[in-house]
């Protein structure tokens, strides 16, 4: 036979329990002991999902009430100076309530601090937070909550794998105040702690610890390398069985090193990085076990079974049972349970996979290639492949004129009728804006008003008509704000869209949307990504009709608001049968219908949003380039079918940008805001060797703070701005939407920002 496993399994529950329990005892509902019961709750039912499915080792340490990188940072006892004191519970315990404080600044128990920072783990949407390091740190056996639950899940009988991160990954996403600090200097007092704990998994009985090191994947510099080296030949002497755990990609020049770590298995992602399992399994040590990530954790669709016993059988027939077969990697980047979309229709439904259905698929697979499979393996099977036969020809999937007019596009169809200076000219007599014009970036505040009406649209208690004059209120009073404030280029505020995915999402061919498929993205916070499904294009305008009306409100030019088509890939599980590239292509096509539509109705400014861009980058930085050039082109196809008068702005947040900054340039928008007043206007320094050619908006009011700027602040940075770009090439905004705002602050806010505009048009116009 061969041992199935998966890497690690969701834990929010299937009626997302986990956010309701926590979010309950956040706000005092809830007692601690009746937290930890749900707690308990949610692991006893993930295991037993496990053991029912017929897995051989259930995984331990994959449950966090928050994140498991930071409960692993609070096991290693590497908690921030300024979350110390009443921490600590009996016999030197990190306090539960002391997680949430470094997760979140505040707990119902403990004085308020400031989080810990929080950034997406490699490339999902998956959230952690950063380990924070600093020179001398030490480190000690903190917690004992992954004891626990082990002893938890022995006490129900599971054969127990307990998975955690890797030291080198660890201190990897690991992040120091101090510039020029080396954070494998921590490593030697970091492995003391890591040997202790795996002792006590010893002691407890657990044969198998899988040690997760995706930090393998990416480009390693040559001491991170060595250190590999080093710290697996310390670790490799603990009295249980490591199983390192690579995912997201292939091991690359990483390989060799891999493959050689004295420990007992490997877990290499085949679903990612297929090619390398020929590789691995040459120079993989006979002792080795080798785990397969065969089935796909960071999408829905159906595993095929048949090609995956075919591309296995080779590895089978060497390795016999040392091959194990798994998911590529944890599954909780996929929503819970299938069986629960009892409203999609059953043939998309038959297409897809959710991870309680990954498990089957997992054992099914083991059973096939070990030769136990019984009948359910084989009708798996065979339904397997009559589904994927099934939507390999469906209709709807592929449709004969979105290929052909893909195949239709040509290069000039990327380009702008002209270079940037002639269409500023011709933008500047169009728009007649002052110096320094100030704009926003789109929504404004989503009142609980806006919401309930649409919840009652849905619940069918308001009429669609009532509904869309709820919104057309909302607009003007937008538009009024907006005028009345003297903001000289307007938006319509997004009144009418529940998400900036979603909303075009439903309004195109192609898209699926789900009930319930929830996926964690931090903390209680999940989010439910469409599923592009099939060739996308757009039956009918989406954004015409509120752009023109709320355009017929004011004389002041109205921007027109899309989101790219780079996001609209990114923030959904995508189809897996072509290249994500040509999905993109077919949005992008979709989209430039849309920016047609809007200049032919009077638009003059339209903006295509791209939060998403920077964090498509592939793993490695050697496939950025290739990336860059598709994603560049895709949002150059959807903007460029508009005259030279017709401004296209973009935007951009969440990220650092300096290193891709020529990648922006070459998305030839004429006007760019983007995310920098957090850091200080760091973003200039990427000006210091590019000179960014067109206009650029560098936002200067933070709005994920309540705080009202103050005019002297945004005045000084817009000074700073104006030391390396010309005053007639910038904008002057906040840094991103306004939706999780409240008018009262936005409104001081956006007077502020004003009245920053007009000193600066005095002092430098
Ligand atoms: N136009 C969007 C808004 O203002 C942009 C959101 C974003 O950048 N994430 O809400
Ligand atoms: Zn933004």
């Given at each position: 036979m061969s041992i199935s496993h998966v890497v690690g399994y969701p834990?929010?529950?299937?009626?997302?329990e986990l956010k309701r329990a926590v979010e309950a005892y956040w706000q005092g509902a809830l007692s601690r002991e009746s937290l930890e019961a749900a707690g308990r709750e949610l692991r006893t039912r993930h295991w037993a999902d496990q053991r029912e499915a017929g897995l051989d080792l259930v995984t331990v340490g994959?449950?966090?009430?928050?994140d498991q990188v930071l409960d692993l940072s609070v096991t290693l006892g590497?908690?921030?100076?300024?979350?110390?004191?009443?921490?600590?519970?009996?016999?030197?315990e990190v306090d539960l309530d002391t997680t949430f404080r470094m997760a979140r600044?505040?707990?119902?128990r403990g004085e308020p601090a400031a989080a810990c920072e929080m950034t997406k783990y490699f490339d999902t949407n998956y959230h952690y937070l950063v380990p924070e390091l600093h020179a001398g740190q030490s480190f000690r056996l903190a917690s004992s909550r992954l004891f626990d639950q082990v002893a938890e899940a022995q006490a129900l009988g599971h054969a127990v794998k307990v998975t955690l991160l890797g030291p080198l990954t660890w201190l990897w996403l690991g992040k120091a105040?101090?510039?020029?600090?080396?954070?494998?200097?921590l490593l030697e007092a970091l492995l003391p702690v890591y040997g202790e704990l795996l002792a006590r998994l010893a002691e407890q009985g657990v044969e198998w610890v899988q040690l997760e090191e995706?930090?393998?994947v990416q480009d390693l510099p040559r001491e991170w390398q060595q250190a590999y080296e080093a710290a697996y030949s310390v670790?490799?002497?603990?009295p249980v069985k490591l199983l390192l755990a690579s995912y997201f990609g292939g091991l690359g020049d990483n390989l060799g090193l891999a493959v050689g770590l004295p420990v007992a298995g490997l877990h290499i992602?085949?679903?990612?990085?297929?090619?390398?399992l020929a590789a691995v399994l040459d120079r993989l040590p006979t002792y080795k076990v080798l785990s397969v990530g065969?089935?796909?954790?960071?999408n829905i669709w159906r595993a095929d079974l048949a090609l995956l016993r075919e591309r296995l059988a080779q590895a089978r027939i060497r390795l016999g049972q040392r091959l194990w077969i798994a998911?590529?990697?944890?599954?909780?980047?996929v929503p819970v349970?299938?069986?629960?979309?009892?409203?999609?229709?059953p043939e998309l439904k038959s297409w897809l996979a959710f991870a309680r259905q990954k498990l089957d698929e997992t054992v099914t697979l083991a059973r096939l290639l070990g030769g136990s499979a019984t009948q359910v393996d084989h009708e798996r099977l065979e339904a397997a492949t009559l589904a994927l036969q099934a939507r390999r020809d469906s209709p709807r999937i592929h449709r004969p004129e979105v290929a052909d007019r893909l195949a239709g596009v040509?290069?000039?169809?990327?380009?702008?009728?002209?270079?940037y200076p002639k269409r500023a000219l011709a933008q500047r007599r169009a728009l007649d804006l002052p110096l320094f014009p100030t704009t926003t970036i789109g929504s404004f505040p989503q009142t609980d008003e806006i919401r309930a009406a649409r919840r009652a649209l849905k619940a069918g208690e308001l009429s669609l008509e009532a509904y869309e004059a709820r919104m057309r209120e909302e607009i003007a009073y937008a538009v009024a704000r907006q005028e009345a404030l003297g903001l000289d280029m307007l938006v319509?505020?997004?009144?009418?869209?529940?998400?900036m995915v979603e909303y075009f999402g439903e309004r195109l061919d192609g898209y699926a949307f789900t009930r319930f498929g929830w996926v964690q993205s931090y903390g209680s916070r999940c989010v439910k990504p469409p599923v592009i499904v099939g060739d996308v294009s757009r039956p009918d305008p989406m954004t015409v009709r509120w752009s023109q009306y709320a355009q017929s409100l004011t004389d002041r030019p109205m921007k027109g608001m899309l989101t790219g088509p780079v996001t609209m890939l990114q923030w959904a599980f995508v189809?897996?049968?072509?290249?994500r590239e040509t999905t993109c292509r077919q949005i992008a096509l979709a989209l430039r219908d849309e920016v047609r539509d809007l200049e032919a109705a009077g638009i003059r400014a339209i903006q295509i949003d791209e939060p998403a861009l920077r964090e498509?980058?592939?793993?490695?930085q050697g496939e950025w380039q290739a990336y860059l050039d598709w994603a560049v082109a895709c949002f150059r196809l959807s903007a460029?079918?508009?005259?030279?008068?017709t401004q296209i702005h973009t935007h951009m947040c969440y990220s650092e940008f300096n290193d891709i900054i020529d990648s922006i340039a070459a998305l030839d928008a004429d006007v760019i805001t983007i995310e920098t007043s957090r850091s200080n206007?760091?973003?200039?320094?990427?000006?210091?060797?590019?000179?960014?050619?067109n206009d650029i908006g560098?936002?200067?009011?933070?709005?994920?703070?309540?705080n009202i700027p103050a005019v002297e602040w945004m005045v000084t940075l817009m000074e700073k701005a104006a030391e390396r770009i010309p005053a007639e090439r910038l904008w002057i905004n906040?840094?991103?939407?306004?939706?999780?705002?409240r008018w009262e602050e936005v409104e001081p806010a956006l007077a502020n920002m004003v009245e920053a505009a007009r000193q600066l048009r005095r002092r430098l116009g």
């Amino acid at each position: 036979m061969s041992i199935s496993h998966v890497v690690g399994y969701p834990r929010i529950g299937a009626d997302r329990e986990l956010k309701r329990a926590v979010e309950a005892y956040w706000q005092g509902a809830l007692s601690r002991e009746s937290l930890e019961a749900a707690g308990r709750e949610l692991r006893t039912r993930h295991w037993a999902d496990q053991r029912e499915a017929g897995l051989d080792l259930v995984t331990v340490g994959d449950f966090a009430f928050y994140d498991q990188v930071l409960d692993l940072s609070v096991t290693l006892g590497a908690v921030p100076a300024r979350f110390a004191a009443e921490t600590e519970v009996a016999a030197g315990e990190v306090d539960l309530d002391t997680t949430f404080r470094m997760a979140r600044g505040r707990a119902p128990r403990g004085e308020p601090a400031a989080a810990c920072e929080m950034t997406k783990y490699f490339d999902t949407n998956y959230h952690y937070l950063v380990p924070e390091l600093h020179a001398g740190q030490s480190f000690r056996l903190a917690s004992s909550r992954l004891f626990d639950q082990v002893a938890e899940a022995q006490a129900l009988g599971h054969a127990v794998k307990v998975t955690l991160l890797g030291p080198l990954t660890w201190l990897w996403l690991g992040k120091a105040r101090d510039e020029g600090f080396d954070r494998l200097s921590l490593l030697e007092a970091l492995l003391p702690v890591y040997g202790e704990l795996l002792a006590r998994l010893a002691e407890q009985g657990v044969e198998w610890v899988q040690l997760e090191e995706p930090a393998l994947v990416q480009d390693l510099p040559r001491e991170w390398q060595q250190a590999y080296e080093a710290a697996y030949s310390v670790l490799g002497r603990a009295p249980v069985k490591l199983l390192l755990a690579s995912y997201f990609g292939g091991l690359g020049d990483n390989l060799g090193l891999a493959v050689g770590l004295p420990v007992a298995g490997l877990h290499i992602d085949a679903v990612r990085a297929p090619e390398q399992l020929a590789a691995v399994l040459d120079r993989l040590p006979t002792y080795k076990v080798l785990s397969v990530g065969a089935i796909d954790g960071r999408n829905i669709w159906r595993a095929d079974l048949a090609l995956l016993r075919e591309r296995l059988a080779q590895a089978r027939i060497r390795l016999g049972q040392r091959l194990w077969i798994a998911s590529s990697c944890s599954l909780l980047h996929v929503p819970v349970d299938l069986e629960r979309e009892i409203e999609l229709d059953p043939e998309l439904k038959s297409w897809l996979a959710f991870a309680r259905q990954k498990l089957d698929e997992t054992v099914t697979l083991a059973r096939l290639l070990g030769g136990s499979a019984t009948q359910v393996d084989h009708e798996r099977l065979e339904a397997a492949t009559l589904a994927l036969q099934a939507r390999r020809d469906s209709p709807r999937i592929h449709r004969p004129e979105v290929a052909d007019r893909l195949a239709g596009v040509e290069p000039l169809d990327h380009e702008r009728a002209s270079s940037y200076p002639k269409r500023a000219l011709a933008q500047r007599r169009a728009l007649d804006l002052p110096l320094f014009p100030t704009t926003t970036i789109g929504s404004f505040p989503q009142t609980d008003e806006i919401r309930a009406a649409r919840r009652a649209l849905k619940a069918g208690e308001l009429s669609l008509e009532a509904y869309e004059a709820r919104m057309r209120e909302e607009i003007a009073y937008a538009v009024a704000r907006q005028e009345a404030l003297g903001l000289d280029m307007l938006v319509h505020g997004e009144p009418e869209r529940n998400d900036m995915v979603e909303y075009f999402g439903e309004r195109l061919d192609g898209y699926a949307f789900t009930r319930f498929g929830w996926v964690q993205s931090y903390g209680s916070r999940c989010v439910k990504p469409p599923v592009i499904v099939g060739d996308v294009s757009r039956p009918d305008p989406m954004t015409v009709r509120w752009s023109q009306y709320a355009q017929s409100l004011t004389d002041r030019p109205m921007k027109g608001m899309l989101t790219g088509p780079v996001t609209m890939l990114q923030w959904a599980f995508v189809r897996d049968d072509q290249p994500r590239e040509t999905t993109c292509r077919q949005i992008a096509l979709a989209l430039r219908d849309e920016v047609r539509d809007l200049e032919a109705a009077g638009i003059r400014a339209i903006q295509i949003d791209e939060p998403a861009l920077r964090e498509g980058l592939p793993l490695r930085q050697g496939e950025w380039q290739a990336y860059l050039d598709w994603a560049v082109a895709c949002f150059r196809l959807s903007a460029a079918g508009v005259r030279d008068e017709t401004q296209i702005h973009t935007h951009m947040c969440y990220s650092e940008f300096n290193d891709i900054i020529d990648s922006i340039a070459a998305l030839d928008a004429d006007v760019i805001t983007i995310e920098t007043s957090r850091s200080n206007m760091e973003l200039l320094d990427a000006f210091q060797d590019f000179a960014y050619p067109n206009d650029i908006g560098p936002g200067v009011y933070d709005i994920h703070s309540p705080n009202i700027p103050a005019v002297e602040w945004m005045v000084t940075l817009m000074e700073k701005a104006a030391e390396r770009i010309p005053a007639e090439r910038l904008w002057i905004n906040p840094d991103c939407g306004l939706k999780t705002r409240r008018w009262e602050e936005v409104e001081p806010a956006l007077a502020n920002m004003v009245e920053a505009a007009r000193q600066l048009r005095r002092r430098l116009g």
